[in-house]
């Protein structure tokens, strides 16, 4: 205690005794929370602390103790928390009580901007220096990857949210996936196309056969026919000869010479 009847109180650092007379503390080391040179001072409002060097982050600017720093209002600034909101959010965290995630490793406690890292948690991408979730229809790391559904899940890219999927693609467990079908279809294509060939080549063999089959058969019954009409000719030929008497030749030579005689 110091000063007229000792009716002010010392405020010296660790409890240190000050002069009787003017309060001076040893070595003008205050208390946190004054100021001054005999320390008789409480801190301007907005700070607190030892030498008054801390500031207040109490929600819309309400008072705080000036020893303690503690808010009025018991609520902290957005980025601030800790009973005397003096603490800043932990990396990753941002806002109001610290309840806003950043989705970078490192960002600004106050208004969550993530400049200082290299890129965004999965399901985000870096827009201005902020990360914000994918587009519609995308998802995982810098949102590269297609959910193949119109609305899909921003991080692990589920469709549940999407009535159907994309062409291709079906729904299977909440998740849009490639068609098995997709990769037969091409093989049906491939085996279409081969046995369609297959085809004319057996359909050309067929008929080269059968218009070998016809040449050979009219080339044999040609042969035939010919044989036919010599067999028949040289028996005409034969009947010919043997049909020729010399005695009817002597005969009529006989009759015509009688003839002339008479």
Known sequence: MFGKNCSSRCHCLFGASCDKSSGLCPDNLCAPGWT?????V???QGLFGLNCSTQCHCLHKANCNHVSGNCSNEQCEPGW?????SVA??????GQSCAMDCHC????????SCVESLQCHDGYNMDNGFCTPCKPGFYGQSCSMDCHCDMCHHVNGSCGMSPQCHDGYRM?????????ECHCDRYHNALLAVSSALGVVVAAVIVVI?????RKHRQSAGGTRSKRESSAQDMYDDLKRKSTNP???????SNIDQEGRS
């Open 210 to 214: 059968v218009v070998y089959s016809i």
């Open 105 to 112: 490793d490192t960002c600004h406690h106050v208004t969550g």
């Open 42 to 44: 409480a801190c301007d």
């Open 36 to 40: 001054e040179s005999n320390c008789s």
């Open 247 to 253: 005695h009817y030749d002597c005969l009529q030579m």
């Open 172 to 180: 299977e467990n909440g998740f849009c996936t490639q068609r098995p």
């Open 89 to 94: 959010c932990k990396s990753g965290f941002y």
């Open 81 to 85: 928390t800790h009973s005397n909101c």
